[in-house]
C-alpha cells in the first residue's frame, strides 16, 4: 500500500530536488493568480460590429486672390529706364552712388518721370588720352523731373531726334539707344543711370550721381511705380549743400606738353672772293 501511494506520487509531479520547485515561473504564477486580481473576457466583434472607415473629405474650392495695387506713396509714376530689353544690374555701391544697367545695343532708354529735358551731350567726346570727368559718360541726356529729381542716362549709343534742353517729356518717352560711349568703350553695352539733382553744368560730378539708385529700380520694375527719390535727394542737399566739392574721380588725366620742334640750321656757306 505504501509502495502504491509513492508510485502514484512520482507519477504525478515532476522529478526534481526535495524542497525546490520544478514548475517555470511564469506557469507558477498563471498557476496562482495574485490576490484581489480580476480574469476579464473580451468577446469577440460580431459580424458588422467593425468601425467604419473614415469617409475621404474634399476641402471647398476657394475663390481666386484678389490682387490688390501696391499703395501709392507719392504723386508721382515712375518708369524703369531701359524698356523693351532683358536688363540686369547690381544693387551695391561699387565706386560712383550710381549704376550700371546692362542691357543689348540698341535698347531703349526712356525718361524714368515726367519732367524737362537739362542737358544733352549727343557727341563721344571722351578719349582715354586725357579721360576727363566731365567726358566718362559720352553721349547722355539728363531728365529734370517735376518731383524736383535730376535722372541721367548715360553711355548712349545715340540720342533721339527732337530731345533738346528744355524739351518736355513724359514718362515712359524714348530718349536714347542703349551703347558704350564714353570710358565704356571696352565693355559690352550699357545705360550709366545716375540720380542727383539740378546744378551747372560746370558741376558735371553731381550730375554723375549722388543718391543710390538700385531701392528705386527694383521698385519701379517688380514692385510700386510711386516709390519716389524726392525725400531723399531733399535729404541728402541739406546735409552736402546743393554744390558739393568732387571727391571720387576727380581729376583727369594729365597732357603732355608738345616738344617744340627745333628747325635744322642751315649750312654756313664760304665767301669767296668777287673777281672784278
Given at each position: 500500500m505504501t509502495?502504491?501511494?509513492?508510485a502514484?506520487g512520482?507519477?504525478?509531479?515532476p522529478?526534481g530536488?526535495?524542497g525546490?520547485?520544478?514548475?517555470p515561473?511564469?506557469?507558477?504564477?498563471e498557476?496562482?493568480p495574485?490576490?484581489?486580481s480580476?480574469?476579464a473576457?473580451?468577446?469577440a466583434p460580431?459580424?458588422?460590429?467593425e468601425?467604419?472607415?473614415?469617409?475621404a473629405v474634399?476641402?471647398p474650392k476657394?475663390?481666386?486672390?484678389v490682387?490688390?495695387p501696391p499703395?501709392?506713396?507719392?504723386?508721382?509714376t515712375y518708369t524703369f529706364?531701359v524698356q523693351?530689353c532683358?536688363t540686369?544690374?547690381?544693387?551695391k555701391l561699387?565706386?560712383?552712388p550710381k549704376?550700371t544697367i546692362?542691357?543689348?545695343k540698341?535698347?531703349s532708354?526712356?525718361s524714368?518721370v515726367d519732367?524737362?529735358?537739362?542737358?544733352v551731350?549727343?557727341?563721344n567726346?571722351?578719349?582715354p588720352?586725357?579721360?576727363r570727368?566731365?567726358?566718362r559718360?559720352?553721349?547722355?541726356?539728363?531728365?529734370l523731373?517735376?518731383d524736383?529729381?535730376?535722372y541721367?542716362?548715360?553711355?548712349?549709343?545715340?540720342?533721339?531726334?527732337?530731345?533738346?534742353?528744355g524739351v518736355?517729356?513724359?514718362?515712359g518717352q524714348?530718349?536714347?539707344?542703349?551703347?558704350?560711349?564714353g570710358?565704356?568703350?571696352?565693355?559690352a553695352?550699357n545705360?550709366?543711370?545716375?540720380i542727383?539733382?539740378?546744378?551747372?553744368?560746370?558741376?558735371?560730378?553731381?550730375?554723375?550721381?549722388?543718391?543710390?539708385p538700385?531701392d528705386y529700380l527694383?521698385?519701379?520694375?517688380k514692385?510700386?511705380?510711386?516709390?519716389?527719390p524726392a525725400?531723399?535727394?531733399?535729404a541728402?542737399i541739406?546735409?552736402v549743400?546743393?554744390?558739393?566739392k568732387?571727391?571720387?574721380?576727380?581729376a583727369?588725366?594729365?597732357?603732355?606738353?608738345?616738344k617744340p620742334t627745333?628747325?635744322?640750321?642751315?649750312?654756313?656757306?664760304?665767301?669767296k672772293?668777287?673777281?672784278p
Amino acid at each position: 500500500m505504501t509502495g502504491a501511494v509513492l508510485a502514484a506520487g512520482a507519477c504525478g509531479s515532476p522529478a526534481g530536488v526535495a524542497g525546490v520547485s520544478t514548475v517555470p515561473p511564469a506557469v507558477a504564477a498563471e498557476a496562482a493568480p495574485a490576490p484581489d486580481s480580476v480574469t476579464a473576457t473580451i468577446p469577440a466583434p460580431e459580424p458588422g460590429d467593425e468601425p467604419a472607415a473614415t469617409p475621404a473629405v474634399t476641402p471647398p474650392k476657394g475663390d481666386e486672390p484678389v490682387q490688390v495695387p501696391p499703395p501709392k506713396v507719392s504723386e508721382f509714376t515712375y518708369t524703369f529706364p531701359v524698356q523693351g530689353c532683358d536688363t540686369s544690374y547690381q544693387s551695391k555701391l561699387l565706386v560712383l552712388p550710381k549704376t550700371t544697367i546692362w542691357a543689348a545695343k540698341g535698347c531703349s532708354f526712356v525718361s524714368p518721370v515726367d519732367g524737362v529735358v537739362h542737358e544733352v551731350n549727343i557727341k563721344n567726346r571722351w578719349r582715354p588720352s586725357t579721360d576727363r570727368g566731365q567726358d566718362r559718360e559720352g553721349r547722355f541726356v539728363t531728365v529734370l523731373g517735376d518731383d524736383g529729381v535730376l535722372y541721367l542716362g548715360g553711355h548712349l549709343d545715340a540720342v533721339a531726334p527732337g530731345v533738346a534742353p528744355g524739351v518736355r517729356v513724359k514718362s515712359g518717352q524714348v530718349l536714347g539707344q542703349v551703347g558704350n560711349s564714353g570710358n565704356a568703350r571696352d565693355t559690352a553695352s550699357n545705360l550709366y543711370f545716375a540720380i542727383s539733382w539740378k546744378t551747372e553744368p560746370s558741376l558735371w560730378w553731381v550730375r554723375r550721381g549722388m543718391v543710390e539708385p538700385w531701392d528705386y529700380l527694383d521698385a519701379w520694375l517688380k514692385g510700386n511705380r510711386t516709390l519716389s527719390p524726392a525725400a531723399e535727394t531733399r535729404a541728402l542737399i541739406e546735409r552736402v549743400g546743393a554744390a558739393p566739392k568732387c571727391a571720387i574721380l576727380c581729376a583727369a588725366k594729365a597732357t603732355p606738353d608738345p616738344k617744340p620742334t627745333r628747325r635744322a640750321k642751315k649750312p654756313v656757306e664760304e665767301s669767296k672772293p668777287v673777281t672784278p
